[in-house]
């Protein structure tokens, strides 16, 4: 299994609204990651998690608040969100970190809507 | 933030004809790894280049790295309609990777 999933695939909330990202893979991995991708513009990191610590926090506002509640699930509550947070939010994971020469693993990612 | 920048933006090209795109960084890299997205998706990893190697290849993939330029460049040959995707770099360095704006390449039939 290959596979990373992430649900919902589609998700609008309010701005005052609380609601959960969640992503899952079942290949062993011990690195997870966070990343934020709007319209034409590259995937940007986030938040990445190794053997479930979070190693890398990318001076994301507090709004954002990652979880990774053992190897294969990675959370993120979303909280007061911004309009300008409305974007692909892409989950992947790899064996252990990139930079010891892994490839990652994405999900298809969840399309999130700030109204 | 972004790594760095990659060129051209936007390539358009044959079927059949090779597809060149190129990747420059900013900072000391353990390795690069080019990776390929189709509209709106999750993104696919297609090869990967340490810092003490200089080419790469996979299949239609032809992957370079210049560690002294701070530059790669990623070469697909005999380019098909499927290819049509945009291709983006992103440098590893520790527990951290980061993007290059990306190429949108458009392969016609």
């Known amino acids: 299994d290959t596979e990373v999933t992430q649900t919902p695939k589609h998700l609008v909330m309010g701005m005052t609204n609380k609601k959960s990202l969640k992503c899952e893979q079942h290949?062993?991995?011990?690195?997870m990651y966070w990343y934020k991708q709007k319209a034409k513009k590259p995937p940007e990191l986030m938040f990445v998690y190794s053997y479930e610590k979070l190693s890398i926090n990318e001076s994301v506002p507090s709004r954002f608040s990652p979880e990774c509640p053992n190897s294969s699930l990675l959370n993120l509550h979303l909280h007061a969100l911004q309009p300008e947070d409305s974007a692909l939010y892409l989950c992947a994971s790899s064996r252990r970190t990139s930079g010891d020469g892994y490839e990652q693993y994405f999900g298809p990612g969840t399309r999130l809507t700030v109204t | 933030s972004q790594q760095g920048e990659e060129d051209p933006q936007a390539l358009s090209i044959q079927e059949g004809e090779n597809a060149t795109m190129n990747c420059s960084y900013k900072t000391s890299i353990n390795n690069l790894q080019w990776y390929r997205q189709n509209s709106g998706r999750g993104l696919v990893h297609l090869i990967l280049i340490r810092s003490n190697e200089r080419e790469k290849h996979s299949g239609r993939l032809r992957v370079t790295l210049d560690t002294s330029k701070k530059s790669s460049s990623l070469l697909i040959t005999a380019s098909r309609a499927a290819d049509t995707a945009s291709y983006f770099c992103?440098?590893?360095?520790?527990?951290?990777?980061?993007f290059g704006a990306g190429t949108r390449l458009t392969v016609k039939p």
């Open positions: 290949m062993g991995h011990r690195a």
């Open positions: 992103a440098t590893a360095n520790n527990n951290d990777m980061r």
